[in-house]
């Protein structure tokens, strides 16, 4: 475990086919004016809305509606939530009933309601932390992947700058409560619940290829890896199955909510930046941009993380070294994931959402430069990258 | 994942070199009067007492000494501890600086001090939480293994009776902190420091041994299993080296924290009171009545659980099943925990830790047989089991 580093986290989980019951007790340690904040309107078909419409009604809470939060969440939808929720005069709560965009969106707006800046500049751009007032935020799951629903993140899409920042925030705006119960996820469209997969994937590659030293981490992602490969390939032809669904969501949380992070100095996020740079050009949904781009990324870092690549492909994708070299050993592992990836259906091209050879220079420019992965990448790299990814 | 279940885990964790920096700030929050609980002086002779005793000082805090806590922490101790307490007029926290031990006691104090009932017979007899204020508890660890610094946990021994007990309270009773700096355990003896490898894989396999179903927490399981036996191996051989024994306690605090135990319906932990049966017989040490009894329980409740004694042996142990029946499989993977724990220098027999013949029938008597494993044991099963551990 490299350096010194702190765990701390406070948000509660309620997970399991009742963990809705739960919802009533948490809302009555809060005021009562509650800001219910949701997606494009799935909640009110599969009936969630009204199962958390009536906890609302049964603690008396005045409820001020604010749906239709897009994917990849908008700074113009960000600015008019500010401003719904100031025209109420108080808001005491912020009850988010969605995916990682709603929640993600519910922290930038917990951060706003009492900020006399620009949040933009100042969470997202300037990367600061809050020094107003916060209003607590609570989720209720519908949609397993990004791990907002346990952690600080918060990712707003800068439409008129075509800019997607992402933006850690600390402990005060961790959601005080998680409501999981994994029937809320079924009734998700298969290319969503897929795309969640990935996402999940991703968080943990993400932290896991970086570094060079022995760390507990890195076995805790390996089993959280295996976990997923096998439940989402149960949940790919049988997304009833509630036990796969289950071990996704759980997956999903601890993927994210700063565990596997710890005593790893950072971890890469560079496929996240190319994500999100392709996103913000092509809108397609997050978990896609992600698949699109990961195994080009990853061919073209190998080499500098060798030795992490070979035990990836041995212990996660259980290549057999026998008779083989190194990089024939590592090749295999992302040849597997490839193969697990075309199974579950996810974008395996950036040409599939919409990206355009004309767009890879601007691309490139919205593409944010880490260090913490096996290589770090120039400008031009990048291009190579969604060249490679296009294909 | 199986059920309903809730995660909640308010203990701050600062983990690493530095960690004790950590220790003032946190103190702060608390009232002027500190009782500090420690253990048989070791603190004395590698200057951790000084340094605790120097932030203790800089806050400017009162401070009541309370040493001597004894492995396997007796209910005359917390009696004495309670009285000291109650005599001091008001204690506004309690700072372990020690292993289990010192936090179990320390835990049982908390709950005790303002209790107006017999503590041993409402929390550990009759397995009540506290109504009473509970005094927070703060803790430096100095020996890893229990688990003790994230979670519930308290065990406490009645010598009078030959009673050993485990009572987990609630989230009221867990540390506020702790203080992780693995360079405060180099001083341990070996033969703790094994004892202490074996009480985490313990820990985990209590948990890991139980259920049919497909659950995210085996995966984890297996991640901290391999995670902890590699380390193990290289702190064996050189007790001195940093990175292995970070992992070793990051892995500890992460083997019984509840996280492992999330929807698996209570685990086995069978092992756990055969281990605190023979404990309360012949004073061992706790690691070590777990490692002289664990291959004869495994061994003997092997078939009724075999699907997972054969994942065990192929995934942690890395046993290749080719040409081998699964009990081949299995028993292939019990050996080489048993090659394992030789290798480390762990207790094998009871005999080797002053158990007697004699003593079967009582040790029997004093074991709590729980339900939650592959085979629900009768009293004859114990001393089965005894037997083949006395070999």
């Known amino acids: ?13 309620y997970f399991g086919p009742d963990a809705l019951q739960n919802l009533k007790a948490e809302l009555e340690k809060y005021g009562p004016t509650v800001m219910l904040v949701y997606g494009g309107g799935s909640i009110k078909k599969n ?5 958390v419409k009536k906890v609302l009604g049964d603690c008396g809470k005045k409820v001020i509606e604010d749906g239709g939060v897009m994917p990849n969440p908008s700074l113009e ?14 808001v005491d709560f912020i009850l988010a009933v969605g995916g ?35 209003v607590p935020v609570g989720s209720v799951l519908t949609m397993v992947g990004t791990g907002s629903e346990m952690n600080g993140g918060s990712v707003i899409t800068n439409t008129a ?15 005080k409560f998680a409501i999981l119960n994994p029937n809320f996820t079924l009734t998700l469209p298969h290319n969503q619940m897929v795309a969640g997969c990935f996402d999940i994937m991703s968080h943990i590659m993400e932290q896991y290829f970086s570094g060079k030293d022995d ?55 560079e496929v996240h930046m190319i994500g999100h740079a392709v996103g913000a ?10 698949s699109a781009v990961s195994l080009p990324y990853y061919r073209f870092v190998m080499e500098a993380g060798l030795p992490k690549f070979k035990r990836f492909a041995e212990t996660v994708w259980e290549v057999d070294p026998k008779g083989k070299n190194d990089k024939e050993v590592a090749e295999e592992g992302l040849k597997k994931m490839g193969e697990w990836m075309k199974e579950l259906g996810l974008a395996m091209n950036i040409k599939d959402l919409g990206a355009k050879p004309e767009m890879f220079e601007g691309i490139a420019k919205a ?13 031009e790299d990048v291009i190579k990258i969604l060249q490679a990814a296009y294909e």
Chains 1, 2 share one sequence.
């Open 1 to 13: 475990m490299l350096g010194n580093f702190t765990f701390s986290n406070p948000t509660k989980l």
């Open 47 to 51: 009936g969630i809305y009204d199962q």
């Open 77 to 90: 939808k960000l600015y008019d939530g500010i401003e719904k929720a100031r025209a109420a005069g108080n």
């Open 100 to 134: 990682g965009s709603v929640i993600d969106y519910s922290k930038g707006l917990s951060a706003s309601i009492h900020c006399k800046e620009d949040p933009w500049k100042k969470y997202y751009v300037r990367q600061e932390e809050p020094d107003c007032p916060v």
């Open 161 to 175: 700058e075509t800019m997607k920042i992402g933006k850690v925030f600390g402990e005060k705006l961790y959601p």
């Open 215 to 269: 760390n507990t981490s890195d076995y805790l992602s390996e089993g959280l890896m295996r976990s997923l490969i096998h439940s989402s390939r149960i949940a790919n032809k049988d997304p009833n199955n509630y036990e796969a669904r289950s071990n996704i969501m759980w997956t999903a949380t601890w993927a994210l909510n700063t565990l596997l992070g710890m005593g790893k100095n950072g971890g890469d996020w």
């Open 281 to 290: 050009y092509t809108h397609a949904t997050h978990g896609m941009t992600l």
């Open 367 to 379: 593409t944010i430069i880490l260090k913490g992965g096996y290589k770090v990448l120039t400008q």
